[in-house]
């Protein structure tokens, strides 16, 4: 099959990943193989392709937002799906169930996390084999295309949006407008909530507002209103200070990257006082991706997407990197 292998990390625009045929992918006990259609580019993918994250093998197949089709069941499989079946793969890939935090059912936490594109082959190819039980039925109504941003993007922004504390009727403040805020905004305002969004990118905040911002400005503005909750999906550590500023007393920061440059030094009471909270999002659980491909179909969540052919997985990562994708990109696998 073809496949973008990262085989050494570095700057994307140096061509460290190169298409490259690769055996096909073989079912273990209690996996299935996908014959993928679509998949999703993520800033993590960024993340892993450049270095930032500490690899654990390589060389390795980026991308864990897939969509695709049951081609083959490995043994032991629970007859979950069958063969022919759109389904999705997230980033999770696969959890212990034995560590104390599985236990706890907060396996986004789990101490053994297995995660596809980065601890196993992911979505830039043709084919992948995953855990059956790891795997989500993928909503109607939505194309292939579309759907992949909500395996990574949408649930991230589900979660962040649950760690936020916001609730209908409430404001919410949203920095950085990438995929996942640009989901994240789709649901808040399907839930009652009122958007606020932060950018540096002008086509960023005009998207916000098409999409129904009740106000989008840039990175030294002020949002009119005291925000109830604020999600921080730029990785800027500065960025931090600035929706803590602008919460009300209470309010809820969550904070929704993988990776963040540092943040600077708080001033207690401009920045936390007032018994507002500051939380992190580490990955998602099952759960998580369950409860929010259902609420984005009852919502009718659509996703803005550039689709790009898998060779140009590179020019795709490059125009994230510059904060030129609006919405989403996406790899067409054919």
Same mark, same amino acid.
């Given at each position: ?18 298409? =490259? ?7 273990? *006990? ?33 991308? #864990? ?40 059912? @907060? ?19 043709? +084919?992948? =084999? ?18 992949? *941003? ?11 949006? +649950? ?9 919410? %403040? ?15 305002? #399907? ?57 009300? *007393? ?11 440059? *540092? ?6 009471? @401009?920045?936390?006082?007032?018994? +507002? ?11 998580? %991706?369950?409860? #929010? ?21 590179? +020019?795709?990562?490059?125009?994230? =990197? ?13």
């Amino acid at each position: 099959m073809k496949a973008m292998v990262l085989e050494t990390c570095g700057p994307v625009h140096d061509r460290s990943l190169v298409l =490259k045929e690769v055996p096909d992918p073989r079912p273990g *006990p209690g996996e299935v193989v996908l014959e993928i259609s679509a998949c999703g580019v993520c800033r993590t993918d960024l993340h892993i392709v450049e270095g930032d994250l500490e690899l654990p093998r390589l060389p390795l197949i980026p991308g #864990h937002q897939i969509v695709g089709r049951v081609a083959e069941l490995g043994p032991e499989t629970q007859g979950r799906f069958q063969v022919g079946e759109r389904v999705g793969l997230p980033w999770l890939h696969k959890t212990c169930g034995s560590c104390p935090f599985c236990r706890e059912e @907060k396996e986004n936490l789990c101490e053994n996390a297995l995660f596809t594109g980065f601890h196993r082959d992911g979505g830039y190819a043709e +084919k992948v =084999k995953a855990p059956e039980d790891f795997l989500y039925r993928m909503p109607e109504g939505l194309s292939d295309l579309q759907a992949a *941003p909500l395996l990574c993007a949408g649930i991230i922004g589900h979660r962040a949006l +649950k760690i936020s504390g916001v609730q209908p009727g409430q404001r919410l %403040g949203l920095y950085g407008f990438g995929a996942s805020a640009h989901v994240a905004l789709q649901i808040a305002l #399907h839930r009652g909530c009122e958007c606020y969004v932060v950018s540096r990118t002008p086509s960023h905040r005009e998207l916000a507002r098409k999409l129904g911002a009740a106000w989008a400005g840039g990175p030294g503005e002020t949002p009119p209103e005291l925000l109830h909750s604020a999600i921080v999906f730029a990785p800027a550590g500065p960025v931090v200070l600035q929706a803590l500023e602008h919460l009300r *007393p209470a309010g809820i920061c969550a904070l929704a990257g993988v990776t963040m440059t *540092p943040i600077p030094q708080m001033d207690y009471e @401009k920045h936390l006082f007032h018994e +507002k909270v500051l939380r992190s999002v580490t990955a998602a659980t099952r759960e998580d %991706g369950e409860t #929010h491909l259902a609420e984005a179909a009852r919502a009718g969540v659509r996703t803005e997407v550039q689709v790009f052919p898998l060779e140009d997985a590179a +020019k795709a990562l490059t125009l994230l =990197k510059e904060s030129r994708i609006d919405g989403a990109a996406v790899l067409r696998i054919e």
